[in-house]
């Protein structure tokens, strides 16, 4: 279940060069694995532990609905190419307000921002749940998308200005974490409750839409802690984030860079990752609480890769931890293709998203350190529109593609784009950082993407 890989933050026990001038050390202070975190854990502020808990909420009315929608939709009489057009129009609604949502956030504070979206996107969710037309799910899933966007585009500038280097690695990776555990709750309780409420109503469609009637209820609650928290206006640096041709003159390889790589692996994912659920419905008949079950438990396993990757990065670097445990998955994915075994499928499922989702939590905190300061609200927005302006194709094209040649077509296909995003991302960021051999931790080195 990738959510794609510059969208989430991490770290690793690294140091930061700029041009030869000081360098800034990270992961200072404790080693071990659990006691490291807790360590950093204690440095969280104010602000972020609130963002936190935030997120926390809104992360579990999201995945209700990543999980529940296909099915809902498919049970209302949708095919896979129809309900890739809604999946595709929220991927729309994203790419189109990325870079405008960077823009505004880097000069407004972000807590307002916070409040509406969440507001916005509780609202949309609602209409999607509430009608049918295919035209009104497409043009609310839009609107839906662009409403999740600020919150999005919003978090990585939030976690520097209300962080510090010692913390910061630790508190991208904590934060998608939080996400994951959000997707538990989520996926645990709800496949449960729509065949509960499926009983109770005696119609399973009125089970899905009530199922995600709640989930947006919790996301709603996400406007306490967003609310209490004390948000200071952005830096002059940020305040100068502007879209120059001396900007982009001076740093399109960088921005290039991060957005082609990002869009070649969100382009792989767009075409199975949103119908996973849908495959183990029609391959192997499952049910909505058992597929929920299977939800949470490759969710957790994406947890705990998530969390193993500061420690992993450590030793082999940023770039060479992300790029092995995305090769590590592909076998799985192809296990996923061909095996009609049900055993087999979900221990591929599991293992797979671990493996997949194990460097996610690293790569933003990449691209934010390589970024100036006053340019990471832009980063993170191209970022993000990498992944969603590929999602907004090849979603819509995997719909269609299961649709006519099913499953194990479209995930050979995943797979070719997955190889490709892997070499594109080494070569890209190979030499972006280095070994320091006398206390074995790793430097990035911002000159190189100048």
């Known amino acids: 279940m990738d959510n794609g890989i510059f969208g989430r933050g991490g770290g690793s026990n690294l140091t930061v060069k700029n041009s030869g001038a000081h360098k800034q050390e990270y992961n200072k202070g404790l080693r071990g694995g659990l006691k490291e975190y807790i360590y950093h854990l204690r440095l969280f502020s104010r602000n972020a532990r609130l963002y936190l808990i935030g997120s926390f909420l809104i992360g579990i009315n999201f995945h209700v609905f990543q999980l529940l929608l296909n099915l809902y939709l498919k049970e209302f009489g949708f095919v896979e190419g129809e309900i890739g057009l809604v999946l595709s129009s929220r991927a729309v609604g994203s790419a189109l307000i990325a870079i405008p949502a960077a823009l505004i956030l880097s000069r407004v504070r972000l807590k307002p921002i916070l409040v509406a979206s969440s507001i916005l996107f509780a609202v949309f969710t609602f209409f999607i749940t509430s009608f049918q037309q295919l035209n009104l799910l497409i043009g609310f899933s839009l609107l839906s998308g662009m409403a999740f966007a600020f919150y999005r585009v919003a978090a990585a500038p939030f976690y520097m200005r209300n962080s510090s280097p010692v913390e910061r690695t630790h508190l991208f990776s904590f934060s998608f974490g939080t996400m994951l555990l959000a997707g538990m709750a989520g996926s645990i309780g709800s496949g449960k409750l729509v065949t509960i409420l499926g009983e109770w109503?005696?119609?399973?469609?009125?089970?899905?839409?009530?199922?995600?009637?709640?989930?947006?209820?919790?996301?709603?609650?996400?406007?306490?802690?967003?609310?209490?928290?004390?948000?200071?206006?952005?830096?002059?640096?940020?305040?100068?984030?502007?879209?120059?041709?001396?900007?982009?003159?001076?740093?399109?390889?960088?921005?290039?860079?991060?957005?082609?790589?990002?869009?070649?692996?969100?382009?792989?994912?767009?075409?199975?990752?949103?119908?996973?659920?849908?495959?183990?419905?029609?391959?192997?008949?499952?049910?909505?609480?058992?597929?929920?079950?299977?939800?949470?438990?490759?969710?957790?396993?994406?947890?705990?890769?998530?969390?193993?990757?500061?420690?992993?990065?450590?030793?082999?670097?940023?770039?060479?931890?992300?790029?092995?445990?995305?090769?590590?998955?592909?076998?799985?994915?192809?296990?996923?293709?061909?095996?009609?075994?049900?055993?087999?499928?979900?221990?591929?499922?599991?293992?797979?998203?671990?493996?997949?989702?194990?460097?996610?939590?690293?790569?933003?905190?990449?691209?934010?350190?390589?970024?100036?300061?006053?340019?990471?609200?832009?980063?993170?927005?191209?970022?993000?529109?990498?992944?969603?302006?590929?999602?907004?194709?090849?979603?819509?094209?995997?719909?269609?593609?299961?649709?006519?040649?099913?499953?194990?077509?479209?995930?050979?296909?995943?797979?070719?784009t997955y190889l490709l995003s892997s070499g594109i991302f080494y070569l890209f960021f190979r030499n972006s950082e280095t070994r320091n051999e006398s206390d074995h931790t790793w430097s990035l080195v911002r000159e190189n993407h100048a």
């Open 201 to 416: 109503t005696g119609d399973l469609i009125l089970g899905y839409q009530y199922t995600l009637y709640i989930g947006i209820l919790i996301g709603l609650f996400s406007l306490i802690p967003f609310l209490m928290i004390k948000a200071s206006d952005p830096s002059a640096e940020e305040n100068r984030i502007e879209l120059s041709r001396r900007q982009f003159r001076e740093r399109w390889r960088f921005y290039g860079k991060l957005t082609l790589t990002n869009f070649t692996i969100g382009a792989g994912a767009g075409l199975i990752i949103p119908f996973l659920n849908l495959y183990f419905r029609d391959r192997f008949n499952l049910s909505p609480d058992l597929i929920g079950v299977y939800y949470f438990v490759v969710q957790f396993s994406m947890l705990f890769g998530s969390l193993s990757g500061p420690i992993l990065a450590r030793r082999f670097g940023l770039v060479r931890t992300v790029v092995i445990t995305q090769m590590l998955s592909i076998p799985f994915m192809l296990i996923l293709s061909y095996t009609y075994y049900l055993p087999l499928a979900f221990a591929a499922f599991v293992i797979r998203g671990g493996l997949m989702n194990l460097g996610v939590p690293i790569v933003t905190n990449l691209g934010m350190e390589l970024a100036q300061k006053r340019e990471q609200g832009l980063v993170n927005a191209l970022l993000m529109l990498g992944w969603t302006s590929s999602w907004m194709v090849t979603s819509a094209v995997g719909g269609n593609l299961i649709e006519h040649y099913g499953y194990t077509v479209t995930m050979n296909i995943t797979v070719a």
